[in-house]
């Protein structure tokens, strides 16, 4: 186990090597698109469809490798215990925005600014990933 | 509005804005204004598609298993976020 992890830390690594052990295909899998996830219907953006379409139609190429998939647990475990709860509960359980404020007692904007940080590092996390794909 | 003129200026603007933009949290002109960008801004899309991937990365974690979340494990992580908080 990692030195200095806490309690939480160490749950929050279990949950998140669970949630990602379940896919053991080895194959990759298809990429959901926010857009067309039942889930989602609070985007009704002119760009993000179109930007989600562009996507669909070049399914060959988008396809996620178990790596990419493997280094968000990774990089989520390692950040600040209210951004790691976030977007854990945002972006992994699929809580929505009402949703987490309500859990978490936090207002609407704190809990984007979190939620944003928290992107922000797993995006950096992925920064090999992303451009190896548009390479 | 108008995000600023300059290109780069635009384009990291947007970045700062893409999680409450993705949230609907934008009010309707600020939103305009970010379609407008996006909509001349191939860079500014090309980002915008790699938070949507960021995103559904989450949610390909979450949709395998969302039942097999322990709830003692959710509240662990809960208990971390109100020990953060309470924290100086």
């Known amino acids: 186990v990692i030195c200095g992890a806490s ?22 899998a298809r990429l959901v698109l926010p857009g067309s996830a039942s889930t989602d219907d609070r985007v009704p953006c002119t760009a993000l469809a179109r930007a ?12 996620v490798t178990t790596e990419a998939l493997d280094r968000v647990p990774q990089t989520i475990v390692r950040l600040p215990a209210q951004q790691q709860t976030v977007i854990t509960l945002r972006d992994i359980e699929g809580l929505t925005s009402g949703g987490v404020c309500d859990l978490l007692d936090l207002t609407p904007a704190s809990q984007r600014v979190l939620l944003h940080r928290a992107r922000v590092r797993v995006r950096r996390g992925l920064e090999d990933y992303f451009t190896g794909v548009d390479a | 509005v108008r995000l600023v ?45 790699q938070w949507m991937v960021v995103i559904s990365l989450g949610r ?19 208990e971390a976020f109100r020990r953060a908080r309470t924290e100086p």
Do not use: K, N
């Open chain 2, 5 to 49: 003129r300059r290109r780069d200026v635009a384009c990291r603007e947007f970045v700062e804005m893409v999680t409450d933009y993705l949230d609907d949290a934008l009010t309707e002109r600020l939103r305009s204004a970010v379609d407008r960008h996006l909509a001349e801004c191939p860079g500014s899309t090309s980002a915008l598609e």
């Open chain 2, 60 to 78: 390909q974690l979450g949709e395998h298993d969302v039942e097999a979340v322990d709830p003692a494990v959710r509240e662990a992580l809960l």
């Open chain 1, 52 to 63: 989600a379409r562009a996507w669909e139609q070049q399914p060959a190429e988008r396809l």
């Open chain 1, 7 to 28: 309690i939480g830390d160490v749950a929050a690594i279990i949950l998140l090597s669970a949630l990602f052990s379940t896919d053991e295909s080895g194959t990759g």
